[in-house]
């Protein structure tokens, strides 16, 4: 069964950065994703990538802020995020776009305090 290790989180303040990584256990050439949930909110998709990285897409709330990217070789997803802000604080997931039954990893925190 595949599985998805998200990290990198943390706590930083407004207007820094984080850089996260999700790890697919098993290789892919799926298009992949990040998602974020925030408390008391549904998960939202952040960001989008195809299977080469030719292609990428993004949220309006966090267009020009994050960057999403990944590594075949390593089977790893990134999401470079600058200039982040406190409504950036959720749970990040990553998984497949669109989503395909992948079971969801447990996440990485990311709070950003003003």
């Known amino acids: 069964q595949v599985q998805l290790v998200e990290s990198g989180g943390g706590l930083v303040q407004a207007g820094g950065s984080l850089r996260l990584s999700c790890r697919r256990s098993i290789f892919s050439i799926s298009a992949m994703a990040w998602y974020r949930q925030a408390p008391g909110k549904q998960r939202e998709l952040v960001a989008t990538i195809t299977s080469s990285g030719g292609s990428t897409n993004y949220a309006d709330s966090v267009k020009g802020r994050f960057t999403i990217s990944r590594d075949n070789a390593k089977n790893t997803v990134y999401l470079q995020m600058n200039s982040l802000k406190p409504e950036d604080t959720a749970v990040y997931y990553c998984?497949?776009?669109?989503?395909?039954?992948?079971?969801w990893g447990q996440g990485t925190q990311v709070t950003v305090s003003s």
């Open positions: 998984n497949t776009s669109p989503i395909t039954g992948v079971k």
